[in-house]
């Protein structure tokens, strides 16, 4: 895979600073790069292993947890949410920014417990189990209770009692909840923040005597901040930290911006850490297409005291346990063959639950392929089909520079049937780059490959919509697609016979900023592949609608690449991906 001309200069530990004490060491953030918003993390002693989940909205597999020895190399360990039986009314949720909301994740007796917020057509309060948290299989179906709005934390209290903390209403609710039975108790209203609009995220502690409550406050966009008060009693009256917030970066100039919806754990050597949202944006606020990314950030906790969070930047220094690669890193590069008898990868992602027909690994007619089946429409939100499954799957976009190539055998027999690459916000904002047939008067038919752009986001300049022939001496060969991210505000669309891929023929471009809030203000950019019949439900020309046509119709994916080339950690300063 090529690599690009780098806009700015590698740096490395070496360089930014001195050397460090033996027990502090240099890292970078996010330590979860891309979409993983509303981090909630535990350490486990006994296997000496950090393990953090972050939401998922309306994607699935969903409920990712990762795991870490040394608080750097990531894993994904399993997806909680795997199977269609644990939430099957994700198929239903219409909103783009519905779904799973602000998990926590905490341990208890060897056990693993997930609570959680579905916003989808009902609004329920989801708690899943496991033992083993390597395993899908092993998460369990939920717990469904009546959950008081969003963002519920649990926890138990000294007697075992277990509790729940939500947000709903602009104040913390907190209620008892039977683990067997899902039956909750009365509510007790605890706090609503020093102020801040939408007091919510709320996680409870026991230490030193104390109940400590954090929350989050001041919205999830530039106001965003972290907030703690205390109790003697578990329902308070409270008293409020002196140095409120205990964590933000509003009013600042740095680059990481939005800070907030934080959690706490101690690791082994009794040192606390935090993990909080945060977009790589600056204070404009206007270019982060990864949208809510996981940051982790060093505290001083003494006994009796209040909980210091240092400042949250992309480089930062901290007591991090001894170094330890992980075996399968999340940004280690990528290169998916299908070969016949694997199944998709567990980090790949749909949007809804998919129709899994329309998904097939290494075909014995196209071994080493992923086929898929054209769904009626495209990624684009549909009125008429609101919740339809669409033909499409996706890894998130990790690194702000990075290149993602498929090669595409793609001959439909259908007019208007499409298939190519896409990077996606919501149903309502993605650029695709693809290649379909249009029929022409005399029943003739034009190849051509599209770009096209849907949504504005955050930039108010002109878009480029393009349609090219395909050149001649392509015909019906295999042809790689790619989408590079050549700096922080550029995505380059271009095209190859997968026979010369040097030979590229740049498509088109687009300003990051399309891709950035407006309807996906919570998620963040998917890259991936896409089958589409364009919307045209029911036509009978040329085969469409039968077996034979649909066979025809088949987009057959190969040679599937991500490279990370570069993380931007600072306004000015880009670091290795790897």
Known sequence: MWLPALPTLFCTAAIIGPALATSHRTYYNPI??????????????????????????????????????????????????????????????????GGIYAPTLRYRDGTFYLIV????????????????????????????????????????????????????????????????????????????????????????????????????????????????????????????????????????????????????????????????????????????????????????????????????????????????????????????????????????????????????????????TLRLTPSNYGPSYNASSQTDPITFLARRQTDTLFAFSVDLNFTPTSPHVEAGISVFLTQEQHVDLGIVDIPLPQSKVSRVIQFKTYGQGTYNGPLTNTTLDIPRKWGDKKISLTVQAVNDRTYVFSAALASQPRKKVEIGSVDARVLSGDTGRFTGTLVGVYASRGGRVGHTGSGFGGDKGKKGDYAYFSNWRYDGQGQKVDDDMIVSSY
């Not at 993983?36 to 989940?53: A, L, Q």
């Not at 947890?65 to 040394?70: E, M, P, V």
């Not at 997806?79 to 909103?95: E, M, V």
Request: some cysteine.
């Open 117 to 368: 917020t579905n916003l989808g057509p009902d609004v329920n309060g989801l708690v899943f189990t496991s033992t083993d948290p390597y395993d899908d299989a092993a998460w369990s179906e939920p717990l469904v209770f009546s959950v008081y709005g969003i963002d519920p934390d649990i926890f138990w209290d000294d007697d075992g009692q277990v509790y729940v903390s939500s947000a709903d209403n602009n104040m913390i609710h907190h209620y008892s909840l039977d683990l067997t039975t899902g039956e909750i108790g009365p509510v007790s209203f605890l706090w609503n923040g020093t102020g801040g609009a939408y007091p919510e995220g709320p996680h409870l502690y026991r230490k030193d005597g104390y109940y400590y409550l954090l929350i989050a406050e001041g919205g999830t966009e530039t106001n965003h901040s972290v907030t703690m008060a205390r109790s003697k009693s578990r329902t308070g009256p409270w008293e409020l930290c002196p140095h409120n917030p205990v964590l933000t970066n509003r009013n600042t100039t740095e680059y990481f911006q939005t800070v907030g919806h934080a959690d706490l754990f101690e690791d082994g050597d009794g040192n606390w850490w935090g993990v909080a949202l945060s977009t790589r944006s600056g204070p404009d606020w206007e270019n982060y297409p990864m949208g809510r990314e996981t940051i982790l950030t060093p505290v001083t906790w003494e006994d009796g005291e209040w909980p210091v969070f240092q400042p949250v930047q992309g480089i930062m220094h901290g007591p991090l346990p001894p170094k330890h690669k992980a075996k399968n890193p999340i940004n280690k590069p990528e290169h998916l063959t299908f070969p016949p008898g694997s199944a998709i990868p567990k980090h790949l992602m749909y949007w809804r639950l998919p129709d899994e027909s329309s998904y097939a690994v290494s075909p014995s007619d196209h071994p080493h």
């Open 32 to 97: 979860l790069p891309g979409w993983h918003s509303d981090p909630s993390c535990v350490y486990i002693t006994e296997t000496e292993t950090f393990f953090c989940v972050t939401s998922t909205f309306i994607a699935f597999p969903g409920l990712p947890i990762y795991s870490s020895r040394d608080l750097e190399s990531w894993e994904l360990a399993s997806n909680i949410f795997s199977r269609a039986s644990q939430i099957p009314d994700l198929a239903q949720t219409q909103n783009q920014q």
